[in-house]
């Protein structure tokens, strides 16, 4: 079947009004029409129709597309254009083969002990090894974690990942919540800091927490190539991996992570495969941001201890921003002991990160980040915080890129720091 | 088509990387929000007067068709190439050149998006009320080709109330400046008057001087509903009649409250047949005065419930049920046929209950809201184009609608212009001479007929 028969009734919600000029961040780095939801829908109508074909002109408009979901928000008629460029990008790997990249990609998330070991080289080997390295030689590929690709500014990478350190269980008090925690590949392997923090909230409260060991990457990467396949194969493992403990809740800390399990494997897996889409409903029903969990379940920031002054402003991830998580962590942030929250103009904008679209268009995501940094310090604060380890990346890049010393931290790392 | 050698020629005017012809390229450039699509054989993206002078040149001398297009938000087909030519995108010149704060002028390159500009002139406390419901993604320069209204017309006028003077380039390449930066100028005919609303057929907008006003200290917002539609209608021309004259005079119909309600559950009262948003600006005191005068006045006109809000968060919560009106349109049927026809605000209730009698007749959803402080309604026909015969069916009912307003003393068009959509009705309400008085005009300026041809009037 013909993947973008699939989105055929999508496709005609469009009135080509142009609201998405509004509010499409890679729009406004590009100025261009084909960078824009309305112009990619056109051109996916076309391909349905048949007068255009599957050929580098169309690579070339559906990569431009962070899949950040602002238009989806903003659109009158509710147009779901992330879907329909997943889609055309599922029809474009089919019909061409996924690029060399994102082979790649796929072959490394959907292998935990590679990407350990990926992770592990790119630890040994650090920064260097990426920088002395020519663009355009293979060895490039050999360690092709999913989210640094050709980047400058390389995260450091931790020498044990997070879930090494620590037992599948966890216990809590008895009669507290259960949590089963997905972690996340950024967080396992890079900002492990936001993995401790996380636990250090959930342990306060007395929850036991659960870290299935088989839980694989989430998928996103391979999705954002439209290696749909691979996002089907990590689904089905981490259905498993999720459904073999009694859990109350399934937290992420990841944005990225929980946009996943929560909407788009409904969206894109459940919808392909029908056979697990009950499964894939349970999973999503039950997964919840960590930020959105610990004020549920009655986090008071203030009675954590003493902190330290500390100025901050926060950044709204695309994926929480779309699934409407943006005043429960600036509520706790703005509680959290010593901490003094200031908002930056643009919050809400995406920071150009886009899965692995800054991968292929790393300059317009750095011309995107840009506005982003110089908001951040506008506000004169000493952090900038969000709850996505994704922007996380991409923010300390163009803060660094800028020479500006502002630190970058997350939401759970803020609300932790007195408990410790 | 276009030969290769005039795109070499056009790529040496602004730049490789300002041409495109690839077909997905030009498919994006084919489009607005009329839903109709005409290919292009280049699109080309200038960046400064000089260069749309040497283009508009080039298609002097090899006789090439030019659109103008801004965000292409438009509802007429102003700005699509229908016969193929070359689109040409004003929105990379983009700046505002200088916000004057002693003179109350700005100077705005066309390409600037409405909103930027309305937030940029608020900031030093001024204000520029024309406020089109596309005023986030459309640019300034589009508004005046298109003479744009908004809401706040009722008090404020529309685009060209604003437009002080111009920069254009016209057909033939030359450059030429209207008006200018005072508010009295009588010297020649007002070129920039016949310019405002011409649609991007006599001149390239390169350049806008704009009359800017004190921002008003703050604003009110006023939720009305009532049991009928008169009483709506009445209600607004006794708000005006005692003297006050609101910002805004938003009025939606019970077919779009019915609309609204079935899909995002506001739990409307029952009695409500029309609903009326009502804002006021200025003084606090005033403001706040003039609410009550209007609460008094409305209440007898069959007055269901009257909300105000208390701040900017309850204001934007009755704005609600107005911006759901358009998402909640496509659950009647997927197309729609926005018309805007206007016609004198007394004569509103007349002007819908002739529609009704329209949609009762062909047997199409109708559903009317909009502007009625200043009698602009947009008349919206709501149709599948999958059933066979139902486009010709809303056609036949979008005349009889025009003859309506035209006989109620009113216009086809108040603020989205003629284009392509409204061509073939153009007879309807001007004359052989009127028409044949703008074409002279045309001809005057675009001998060679290159600018934005076939559009406007009827072949």
């Not at chain 2, 699509?37 to 993206?45: G, M, N």
């Not at chain 2, 609460?295 to 609600?320: C, I, R």
Request: hydrophobic share 40%; with cysteine.
């Amino acid at each position: 079947m013909d993947p973008l028969k699939r989105v055929e009734h999508e496709l005609k919600k469009c009135v080509k009004c142009g609201a998405c000029r509004a509010h499409c961040p890679a729009f406004a780095a590009l100025q261009r029409e084909p960078a824009v939801a309305r112009g990619k829908v056109a051109v996916a109508q076309h391909l349905l129709k048949g007068d255009i074909s599957l050929d580098d002109q169309t690579y070339a408009v559906m990569s431009k597309c962070l899949l950040c979901g602002s238009c989806v928000e903003k659109c009158p008629n509710e147009v779901p254009t992330d879907e329909i460029v997943i889609t055309a990008r599922e029809a474009l790997a089919r019909k061409r083969g996924l690029t060399t990249f994102h082979k790649a990609v796929g072959q490394v998330i959907r292998n935990r002990k590679l990407m350990s070991f990926g992770a592990l080289a790119a630890a040994i080997l650090g920064p260097l090894f990426f920088r002395k390295v020519p663009k355009t030689s293979g060895l490039r590929l050999r360690f092709p974690l999913p989210f640094v690709g050709n980047r400058r500014h390389i995260p450091q990478i931790a020498r044990t990942p997070f879930m090494n350190r620590h037992p599948e269980v966890i216990r809590g008090e008895p009669g507290k919540p259960r949590v089963v925690y997905f972690v996340g590949c950024m967080t396992n392997f890079v900002y492990t800091g936001v993995g401790e923090a996380t636990l250090a909230l959930f342990r306060h409260l007395g929850c036991t927490v659960i870290i299935p060991k088989e839980q694989q990457c989430c998928g996103l990467p391979g999705m954002s190539g439209g290696d749909l396949d691979t996002v089907r194969t990590l689904a089905e493992k981490n259905l498993a991996a999720l459904e073999k403990y009694e859990a109350d809740y399934i937290m992420t800390a990841c944005a990225t992570c929980g946009g996943a399990l929560h909407k788009f494997y409904p969206a894109l897996i459940g919808k392909r495969h029908p056979e697990l889409a009950q499964r894939i409903r349970t999973i999503a029903d039950k997964t919840v941001d960590a930020a959105q969990l610990l004020q549920k379940l009655g986090l008071h920031p203030a009675e954590t201890g003493a902190g330290e002054a500390l100025k901050i402003t926060y950044h709204d991830p695309c994926h929480l921003r779309t699934r409407a998580i943006t005043r429960q962590p600036r509520e706790l942030l703005a509680g959290a002991p010593g901490v003094e929250l200031v908002e930056m103009e643009g919050a809400d904008k995406c920071c150009g990160l886009g899965g692995t679209f800054n991968v292929y268009h790393y300059d317009t995501s750095l011309a995107i980040n840009e506005g982003k940094s110089a908001a951040i310090e506008k506000t004169g604060a000493e952090a900038v915080v969000t709850g996505c380890p994704g922007c996380m990346m991409q923010l300390s890049d163009g803060l660094k890129q800028r020479g500006t010393r502002t630190r970058v931290m997350h939401t759970l790392e803020v609300l932790a720091r007195s408990l410790r | 088509m276009i030969a290769t050698r005039i795109i070499d020629e056009l790529k040496t005017i602004v730049g490789a990387e300002n041409v495109a012809t690839d077909r997905q390229d030009l498919l994006c450039y084919g489009y607005d929000a009329t839903q109709m699509e005409f290919l292009p054989d280049a699109v080309v993206h200038p960046g400064t007067p000089e260069e749309i002078a040497a283009i508009l040149k080039l298609a002097n001398s090899e006789r090439f068709p030019v659109f103008p297009r801004g965000a292409g938000s438009g509802f007429t087909g102003g700005a699509l190439p229908k016969g193929g030519g070359i689109v040409l995108v004003t929105t990379r010149l983009n700046r505002i050149l200088r916000i004057d704060t002693e003179n109350l002028v700005a100077e705005v390159e066309p390409g600037v998006v409405t909103e930027q500009f309305q937030l940029a002139v608020e900031k030093l406390g001024l204000f520029y009320p024309p406020d089109p419901a596309s005023l986030k993604f459309s640019t300034v320069g589009g508004n005046v080709a298109e003479n744009a209204g908004g809401p706040r017309a009722v008090k404020y006028g529309v685009t060209r109330d604003f437009v002080m003077g111009l920069e254009v380039v016209l057909p033939s390449g030359e450059i030429i400046r209207t008006g200018g930066e005072t508010y009295k100028g009588v010297v020649g005919y007002d070129l920039t008057r016949l310019l405002v609303g011409s649609e991007g057929t006599l001149g390239v907008i390169t350049k806008i001087i704009f009359k800017l006003l004190p921002l008003p200290e703050a604003k009110k917002t006023m939720l009305t509903i009532f049991d009928s539609i008169d009483g709506a209608a009445r209600a607004v021309s006794t708000i005006i009649g005692n003297k006050i004259i609101p910002t805004t005079l938003e009025f939606m119909d019970h077919a779009t409250l019915q609309c609204v309600d079935r899909r995002f559950n506001l739990g409307l009262p029952a009695a409500a047949r029309a609903v009326l948003l009502i804002e006021v600006d200025g003084d606090r005191e005033l403001i706040e005065k003039q609410a009550a005068r209007i609460h008094e006045v409305v209440k007898p006109l069959g007055l269901v419930e009257f909300k105000v809000a208390k701040d900017a968060a309850e204001s934007e919560q009755l704005w609600k049920v107005r911006r759901l009106v358009s998402p909640s349109l496509r659950d009647v049927n997927p197309t729609k046929y926005n018309e805007d026809i206007v016609v004198p605000r007394s004569r509103v209730p007349d002007v819908i209950r002739k529609i009704d009698a329209i949609a009762t007749r062909y047997g199409i959803p109708i559903v009317n809201f909009g502007h009625a402080g200043d009698g602009n309604i947009h008349v919206n026909v709501m149709i599948d184009k999958e059933i066979p015969g139902m486009d010709e069916k809303a056609h036949a009912a979008i005349e009889e609608i025009f003859r309506a307003a035209l006989e109620l003393g009113g216009t086809m068009s108040g603020e989205h212009g003629v284009g392509l959509a409204k061509q073939p009705y153009i007879p309807l309400e001007l004359s052989p001479v009127q028409i044949a008085t703008m074409q002279a005009v045309k001809k005057a300026l675009d001998p060679n007929n290159i600018l934005n041809p076939g559009k406007m009037f009827p072949a």
